[in-house]
């Protein structure tokens, strides 16, 4: 199920959300400068990481190859912190929205989740 297109475009929006909600937090904690180098910094930091550490025979390379269990638990750190982001941001109806689907979406991924587990 994790390799349909449709859970692949979800998967993929999901991540880009992720990263702007990341962005709106920083916009919102950060004064001056430092506004532009928490929301711009911190997703960039994010997305370099994400690119980076990847799990081999994961489509694509892997420039830094990581066990699955680990991949998971960068994955879900990601979202539980985009997700706190919204919350912390009061975007609360968007929190819920975020956190629900992602969920829902992991849910429906589980042969990637236990393909990942046993990497």
Same mark, same amino acid.
């Given at each position: 199920? !994790? !390799?349909? $297109?449709?859970?692949? =475009?979800?998967?993929?929006?999901?991540?880009?959300?992720?990263?702007?909600?990341?962005? +709106? #937090? =920083? #916009? &919102?904690?950060?004064?001056?400068?430092?506004?532009?180098?928490?929301?711009?910094?911190?997703? +960039?930091?994010? %997305?370099?990481?994400?690119?980076?550490?990847?799990? $081999?025979?994961?489509?694509?390379?892997?420039? +830094? %190859?990581?066990?699955?269990?680990? @991949?998971?638990?960068?994955?879900?750190?990601?979202?539980?912190?985009?997700?706190?982001?919204?919350?912390? !941001?009061?975007?609360?109806? #968007? %929190?819920?929205?975020?956190?629900?689907?992602?969920?829902?979406?992991?849910?429906? !991924?589980?042969? @990637?989740?236990? #393909?990942?587990?046993? &990497?």
């Amino acid at each position: 199920m !994790s !390799s349909h $297109p449709i859970n692949l =475009g979800l998967r993929f929006l999901l991540e880009i959300i992720a990263l702007i909600a990341i962005a +709106v #937090w =920083g #916009w &919102q904690e950060g004064e001056g400068w430092v506004r532009f180098l928490l929301a711009i910094g911190i997703p +960039v930091i994010a %997305a370099t990481f994400w690119a980076t550490f990847r799990v $081999p025979n994961d489509p694509g390379t892997a420039p +830094v %190859a990581i066990p699955g269990i680990l @991949r998971l638990i960068f994955e879900l750190g990601i979202f539980a912190f985009a997700t706190w982001a919204l919350f912390d !941001s009061n975007l609360i109806v #968007w %929190a819920w929205i975020l956190g629900i689907i992602t969920l829902l979406h992991y849910a429906t !991924s589980y042969d @990637r989740i236990l #393909w990942l587990i046993r &990497q």
